[in-house]
């Protein structure tokens, strides 16, 4: 299939929330290669509340605010015996400007038109639990339905392409909120109704492959691109907002995320056991189950310190002045944040499992993430051992070149072109 001119809506389940996740990186940068190849993207999604703020018709903003309970059930309702009865709701391009000075996370707007159907999202998973899936038309019609997200909509008249990221509730169930059934369920009809199915990794694909049966040649891999930001940042800059974190250049340790398969835990005990001066940096918000003794102690000794959201630009600053990044997952299907450190020049520590080997290649140094000794180990060679790290940034760079948007452009044509 030709991509040029085609009318390609992505989900915005991810993208709509206003930190998102690497889902959301992935989604913004999906926007971004359609529109070089030519495409005419679009997104939808199902709320905004923050829309009011930054300049939309009050009618838009409206209809975009969250629902109360009684409005909520009275739009369901007639919408659950539509769907019964074989029926699509309808969902329209909303008249946003462009060129509106827009909240950080909501940029791609200014790069894809934007479709509306309220609570679609949620009100597609209570359907699923009935064995229901919501059909949305659209006006103007699309001819690409792109999902990014597991989700039970269908875009009548459009041919669903998805991109699997990892099947993390089945490889490693302890360290996700999903039930093995429902989320096994989930990637079934997503490659039952999917024409295209992209992967993140080859890792995914063989875990596609071990645990659906899937045929190979229905998956196709094609590597996420990283891009941290496009802002240029003066070293000057970087020393003076490192100062409103009380952080020093090359003087922490950086870690990102705090889902359980980042293995914060394990990382946690091996890093209060050394007798280490710099500090360790989170950036993710803690559930308080992870706030044991030994975490609140540290937060207040300032051995550790956590910023539960940062801007782009200063995820960049806080990557970049990093001695080095800390991320010994247990289970990734890709894995951003070691190429992202990779591309700004900071060595990497994380773990032999998983995808993680595939992705970083010989410019990481690797970790055993279920032996807290090993990972002390690691730690204090990283820190101690200056010329390893020298040798890791030089790989870094090459490393991370492998994982441009260029090449993610290409990919997504040639996996267009088995369409």
Known sequence: MEINGAKILIDGMQLEQLNGRGIKT???????????????????????????????????????????????????????????????????????????????????????????????????????????????????????????????????????????????????????????????????????DSKLILCVSQHTKKDLIDYFNVNPDRLIVNYQPVLLTNEVIAEDEIYDRLTTFDLKYGQYILFIGLTSNKNLKRFMEAFLRLSIEIPLVIVGKPKPAQLDVEFKKAIINKRIRIFNYVSESDKYILYKSAMFLAFPSLYEGFGLPPIEAMSV???????????????????????DPYDVEDIADKITMMINDKELRKRLITKGYERAKIFSMDNFIKGLKTAYSKL
Not at 66 to 73: E, G
Not at 358 to 364: I, K, N, R, T
């Open 345 to 367: 020049g900071v060595p990497v520590l994380t773990s032999s499992v998983s995808c993680m080997p595939e992705v970083c290649g010989d410019a990481a140094l690797y970790v």
């Open 26 to 192: 992935y989604s913004k940068n999906l926007i971004k290669a359609y529109k070089a190849l030519g495409a005419n993207p679009s997104v939808l999604i199902s709320d905004y509340p923050q829309m009011a703020d930054i300049g939309i018709s009050p009618d838009v903003a409206s209809l975009l605010k969250k629902m109360s309970y009684w409005d909520y059930v009275k739009y369901v309702y007639p919408l659950l015996i539509n769907t019964i009865r074989g029926n699509a709701s309808n969902a329209e391009i909303i008249d946003i400007p462009k060129g509106i000075n827009l909240p950080e996370g909501f940029s791609f707007i200014n790069d894809a038109s934007v479709y509306v159907s309220p609570e679609c999202y949620n009100i597609a998973k209570r359907f699923r639990l009935l064995g229901l899936k919501l059909t949305i038309s659209l006006k103007p019609k699309v001819d690409i339905w792109h999902t990014t997200y597991k989700m039970a909509i269908k875009i009548k008249g459009a041919v669903r392409v998805s991109t699997i990221h990892d099947i993390n509730p089945l490889r490693s169930p302890d360290t996700s909120r999903f039930f093995k059934g429902k989320y096994s369920q989930y990637i079934k009809d997503t490659l039952k």
